[in-house]
């Protein structure tokens, strides 16, 4: 236990185990999944399986870092008290990460889930980001669509859709700046600082928009309709269609 602690089943799996180091690494391979393991590592942890990993926890002084190939990682629990670093082939879903910095990357879906760290949160999905909560020192969030995320940080939120951003709050501690290709409807935005929307080809609809110290920019390419705006400074809305209601 006081040494580097190294589990590898190369043709198969790792499930239902247990690793713990108390003065080193641990370190598991998986030619296919892991599962139900629990991994308490003093200094870091690396978990890397050819498809799937799922349930378990991961405990460590030092960096995380989880790769799932060509699957999914999902309703593992993370804690470090420095950086989680997660890749998935396919989905990221209902995954607990606490730490200093997290990055979560995958090939399909964030789904759920939530992410509390002290510095930077970085979440990037080549599909959806859904239902997800993050509470961070600052959050960037970039995706095909984002829904239902709530966001909530001590300086900069930054959500980017190449689609579009539905539902869910976010709550800046400076600036808040939401950018989607098409619509952004029905979510919830404060902050102190600047808040910028920005709907490229579409509408912002439904939606609220609260700065307590700054301005609130709005952009469609569409319609606004339906916003509910509050600046302490100035308010700008251009739209490449009507403005309507709120």
Known sequence: AGQQVTLTATAGSVSASSATSTAANVIIGAGTDISGTDVNAFTTAALTAATDIAGGSVLANGNVTMT???????????????????????????????????????????????????????????????????????????????????????????????????GGSVNAGTTATLLAANAIDGIAVQGT??????ATAGSVTNRS??????????????????????????????????????
């Open 193 to 198: 600082g600047l808040g910028q929307f920005t």
């Open 68 to 166: 799932a190939t060509a699957g999914e990682i999902n309703g593992t629990a993370v804690q470090t008290l420095t950086d989680a670093n997660l890749t998935a082939g396919l989905d990221i879903a209902g995954v607990t990460v606490d730490g200093a910095n997290a990055t979560l990357t995958a090939g399909q879906d964030i789904v759920g889930g939530a992410v509390s760290v002290t510095t930077a949160a970085d979440l990037n999905a080549t599909a959806d980001i859904a239902g997800t909560t993050v509470d961070a020192g600052s959050a960037t969030l970039d995706s095909v669509n984002i829904v239902g995320a709530i966001v909530n940080t001590n300086t900069t939120a930054a959500l980017t859709a190449t689609d579009s951003i539905q």
């Open 209 to 246: 928009a609260t700065s307590d110290a700054a301005n609130v920019i709005i952009g469609a390419g569409a319609a606004i309709s339906g916003s509910t705006v509050d600046a302490a400074t100035t308010v700008g809305l251009t739209a490449g269609d009507s403005i309507q209601g709120g």
